[in-house]
């Protein structure tokens, strides 16, 4: 197998030392950490691997020599690295050089067969791969390496793969916290924090989310217990509240707000940018709602919105009734059952009838209505879109009542003539089994039963106009709700966090590395350059995407086709239906 | 070392296959399709043109003049940037890994690595494309539960699409690194 020395670019311009890093014999490879500066005590040395390997639970050793000729007289060096060996005794023994003015570096292991014969060693291949230890040190690789419950933080380095050297530069994070220019016993070189920028403001800032997070905690717990008051528990109110998608929003906001603020420290790093995803998609929410509300009380726009409501309820209505006085006469050329339309008609219009007078009742209080709705923005945009969509299904609810009692007739009329259809060929259907049994009919019956089925299917295409119509009505109102709800669910499930962390740090969410082939000269050992592939946005939101509200019906096209054409009840009383089932 | 053969892609278009030996156990083999000719460009352009002309006589309204200028530019550039694909790159590394590298003609790269631990083998496979049946090289991934089976097949130069004469050059190589690699693990 041929051996693999990773090699921080930070030290390549390093002082001649030694190697300190952490041998993986499975893959034959050494990943090196850090460069030890002469002059050492080889028993502080030691020490400080002891430490070290201690504190981050990596097996830690001086894996070879490292020697930058620039100035050194380079004779007395070379027997003097060679000499090195005898003291850290591993295996292999690397011995990196790189050369004066020359781009190629030499490299070679040493195999000590054993220890008491000097001399008698094996060569291997070498490739020197090069690795930015920041990074690599700050990237989080995807997907994940699972480790078993329980072990995930105390287990000993990994070695599986490529994860394996990612994880021993993470773990050894308390080997770069040591200063190089600390005046200590023992002189390293390695990639070092310049410091933080602003740092005083982080301080501020972590000083801070400890009482912030507690009284948040507080807070929310009170909304909570209000919230399951016994109040809330009376008959109609929990019907309504699971109807209308404001509730609905509040609550998902609750659950967020309740893990952002919990006082609980985040486990891992998924949790941790669930946590960030749902704060900056939460602050952003925030940040648009208050857009909206100075944009709304600005030049009295809430009242030229009121003004421009009941015209438009008025305007809406109005179409309506011509729509309703085309159908009872001869929409489209076709003959309808006079009759049965007058009836349709007559009904439907009386009915629009009451909305518009009920509108006008409330017209003086839109406008207050309209100055509080407005004011719930500052909870959010979500919020406010939220309540756009339940003021919009009030609105139109006359629309919906006409598609009940449209597809409720239609619906009647499918079943008789179905039933009226198996009477023909002689069949029924037997309740008790479930299932279509064959069945000897009177004459008797099967007279009522001609009468009955040539009655309803003159009548069906009337009913089946009126139900077609109202229904597309419904399909709009439907379809804009659905838009809002979409918009809804884009804000809160959104990953903004992870997406601007792949935008301006690529490298802190890792798919994995690529690498790239540097300069080569035969006879000289082979030199890669390992970067770190980022993730593509789409995984990036495909992962980190937060849980959307689920209150929409999961239905298929050709379910809803199928709904449709049998004139069962879509959206949103079949939803309740289901939960039943 | 370094070569390049002259080959030809399943519809008889010309490729470019470079081969670089970097040492017994790194090798790289690059697949270059040709350019994007000036003749192609020009005529889609000048039918788009021509099309958005018409409209125009048509029905007066400069609103679709300018619409053309728009999608062709927009189009233009999202041809190079995600459909077209100059090279593509598979570096193999003994104990190491198999690389492949996609560059689009926008200069992007798309690149996947896979560590050799996964890889069970490299393998020509034959596939019903269209109407035809064409030979493509592709990688076995091993199932990390059971390390017989195969989890997974990665495709090699699938926008490319090689003959199999190329493809068995390819093969060649990559199976002597194989061999390689799988001698030195037995042994030590």
């Known amino acids: 197998m041929v051996l693999k020395a990773f090699f921080p670019t930070c030290c390549t311009s390093a002082d001649s030392g030694l190697l300190v890093g952490r041998w993986v014999p499975e893959q034959n490879s050494a990943v090196v950490l850090a460069v030890v500066h002469f002059p050492f005590i080889p028993i502080q040395v030691k020490e400080l691997l002891a430490q070290v390997q201690q504190a981050s639970q990596v097996g830690l050793a001086v894996v070879g020599t490292w020697c930058h000729r620039q100035q050194e007289s380079e004779e007395s060096l070379g027997h003097f690295l060679e000499g090195l060996g005898t003291i850290f005794s591993h295996n292999p023994w690397l011995q990196l050089c790189r050369e004066r003015g020359s781009k190629f570096w030499s490299c070679k292991a040493t195999h000590h067969q054993g220890p008491g014969i000097a001399g008698v060693s094996r060569e291997d291949h070498v490739i020197l791969i090069f690795y930015d230890q920041r990074k690599v040190l700050l990237s989080y690789l995807h997907p994940p390496t699972i480790l078993p419950d329980g072990q995930a933080r105390d287990a000993t380095a990994s070695s599986e793969g490529l994860a394996a050297i990612f994880d021993t530069v993470s773990r050894s994070e308390v080997l770069f916290c040591k200063d190089q220019f600390d005046e200590g016993p023992v002189r390293l070189s390695h990639w070092q924090s310049e410091g933080v920028e602003a740092s005083i403001f982080m301080e501020l800032a972590k000083q801070a989310s400890g009482p912030v997070c507690l009284l948040v905690t507080c807070l929310l717990s009170l909304v909570s217990a209000a919230s399951a008051c016994r109040l809330w528990k009376l008959w109609p109110l929990p019907f309504i509240a699971s109807k209308l998608s404001t509730c609905e929003q509040l609550h998902h906001r609750l659950e967020h707000l309740t893990l952002v603020f919990s006082t609980q420290k985040a486990q891992s790093p998924a949790q941790l940018m669930r946590k960030a995803n749902m704060l900056v998609s939460m602050l952003l929410d925030v940040a648009l709602g208050l857009t909206l509300l100075s944009w709304l009380h600005s030049n009295n726009r809430i009242g030229q919105l009121a003004d421009a409501l009941i015209p438009m309820a008025d305007h809406v209505a109005e179409e309506l009734q011509h729509l309703l006085q085309w159908l009872m006469g001869a929409p489209a050329g076709l003959k309808m059952n006079r009759a049965l339309d007058q009836v349709l008609g007559r009904f439907f219009l009386y009915h629009i009838h009451l909305w518009i007078s009920y509108i006008h009742l409330m017209s003086p209080f839109i406008e207050r209505i309209l100055w509080h709705v407005g004011l719930s923005a500052c909870l959010g945009l979500t919020v406010a879109l939220s309540i756009l969509s339940d003021i919009l299904a009030l609105l139109t609810f006359h629309i919906y009542c006409f598609y009940v009692y449209g597809a409720r007739l239609y619906c009647l009329k499918i079943c008789g003539l179905s039933s009226l259809w198996r009477l023909f060929r002689g069949k029924k259907w037997n309740v008790l089994r479930q299932r279509v049994d064959s069945c000897s009919y009177d004459l008797d019956q099967l007279f009522i039963g001609t009468l009955l089925f040539t009655i309803l299917v003159f009548l069906l295409p009337t009913t089946a106009l009126y139900y077609l119509v109202f229904t597309l009505l419904r399909l709009l109102v439907v379809t804009v709700q659905g838009l809002i709800h979409l918009l809804v669910d884009l804000i809160n499930s959104l990953p903004l966090y992870s997406l601007g962390l792949r935008l301006c740090r690529p490298y802190r969410l890792a798919a994995g590395v690529k690498f790239r082939i540097l300069e080569h000269e035969a006879g000289r050992p082979l030199r890669l350059l390992m970067q770190i592939n980022p993730l593509p946005y789409s995984s990036v939101v495909r992962t980190y995407r937060l849980p959307s509200c689920g209150c929409h019906p999961k239905y298929s096209w050709g379910s809803l086709c199928r709904k449709l054409f049998f004139g069962e009840l879509i959206y949103p009383w079949k939803q309740r239906g289901d939960k039943q089932d | ?188």
């Open chain 2, 1 to 188: 070392m370094e070569d390049e053969r002259i080959f030809s892609d399943i519809c008889g278009g010309r490729l470019a296959l470079q081969r670089r030996y970097y040492s017994s156990f790194c090798r790289e083999f690059c697949v270059s399709c040709p350019r994007l000719s000036l003749r192609s460009l020009t005529s889609v352009t000048c039918t788009v043109w021509l099309v958005a002309y018409g409209l125009f006589t048509l029905c007066e309204n400069s609103t679709i003049l300018s619409a053309a200028i728009f999608i062709t530019v927009l189009g233009l550039l999202g041809y190079l940037h995600f459909v077209k694909i100059d090279q593509e790159t598979l570096l193999i590394i003994d104990s190491l890994g198999i690389q492949m590298t996609s560059s689009y003609a926008s200069g992007k790269e798309n690149t996947t690595f896979i560590e050799m631990d996964k890889v069970k083998d490299i393998v020509i496979n034959e596939a019903i494309y269209m109407q035809k049946v064409i030979y493509y090289l592709c990688i076995l991934l091993k199932d990390p539960r059971e390390p017989q089976k195969i989890s997974q097949v990665v495709p090699v130069f699938q926008s490319a699409k090689p003959r199999l004469d190329c493809l068995i050059e390819v093969y060649k190589s990559c199976q002597e690194v194989l061999a390689h690699q799988k001698a030195t693990t037995t042994r030590s």
